[in-house]
């Protein structure tokens, strides 16, 4: 069974994640994915990932622990700042996490 970590975001604290947890859930369930770790925050999405408590959170949780995907909503939720959504994508491809965005049905790495 893949082992995966969800990562949820918000831009504000009106906003609430549960559709996104809730959609996510569902697909690791049917997919038959254990999900080990949720990484949620209510952050502006243009902020730098070091700025970004769950994205700090997730990194240093992949370099230090087996898992095979992180399972996110749509690209927005890792970042708007395209280098920086980028510079998460290249440290999750370096330890071999595959990046799945369930609304789009696409995946960083070839499994």
Known sequence: MEKVCLLLRVSTSAQDYEYQHSTLTELC??????????FANK???AKKNEDRKEIVELIDYVKNNHVD??????????GRDTL????????LNEHK??????NYNIETLNT
């Not at 369930?29 to 949720?38: A, I, P």
């Not at 995907?69 to 890792?78: A, F, G, Y």
């Not at 996490?97 to 369930?102: F, G, R």
């Open 84 to 91: 920086e959504a980028l510079k998460t994508i290249e440290i």
């Open 97 to 102: 996490v595959n990046l799945y965005l369930a």
């Open 29 to 38: 369930k049917r997919k038959g994915w254990q999900m080990v770790k949720v």
């Open 69 to 78: 995907r992180v399972v996110s909503t749509e690209i927005s939720r890792i």
């Open 43 to 45: 952050v502006s999405g």
